[in-house]
Nanobody, 123 residues
């Protein structure tokens, strides 16, 4: 029932910017945390940035100072502003959400993933 809709990926030159958007929809009771992961060919999926229900954030060392994660609680949406992009940022970016959802009369906490959006940074 829950879906994560990702958008904002694309092709940019080195030094350019992109803003990724992830909107969660469905029978969501509350959002515990949301974040962005990325996976490049031949590499492990890695955490890029995350934001908790309390508003605390954490970033991968490789993106600190360049990327900013933010949220709009009213829209169940998280954003990733990516500046000063480098070729090594090229990857498929996946939205992740730790959600508490409603199932009939009960709630259930589960982890959800988007389908990914491609970010390509040309040198």
């Amino acid at each position: 029932q829950v879906q994560l809709a990702e958008s904002g990926g694309g092709l940019v030159q080195t030094g350019g910017s992109l803003r990724l958007t992830c909107a969660a929809s469905g029978s969501i009771d509350s959002i515990n945390a949301m974040g962005w992961y990325r996976q490049a060919p031949g590499k492990q999926r890695e955490l890029v940035a995350a934001i908790t229900s309390g508003g605390s954030t954490n970033y991968a060392d490789s993106v600190k100072g360049r990327f900013t994660i933010s949220r709009d609680n009213n829209k169940n949406t998280v954003y990733l502003q990516m500046n000063s992009l480098k070729p090594e940022d090229t990857a498929v970016y996946y939205c992740n959400a730790d959600l508490t959802i409603r199932v009939i009369f009960a709630t259930s906490r589960k982890d959800y993933w988007g389908q990914g959006t491609q970010v390509t940074v040309s040198s």
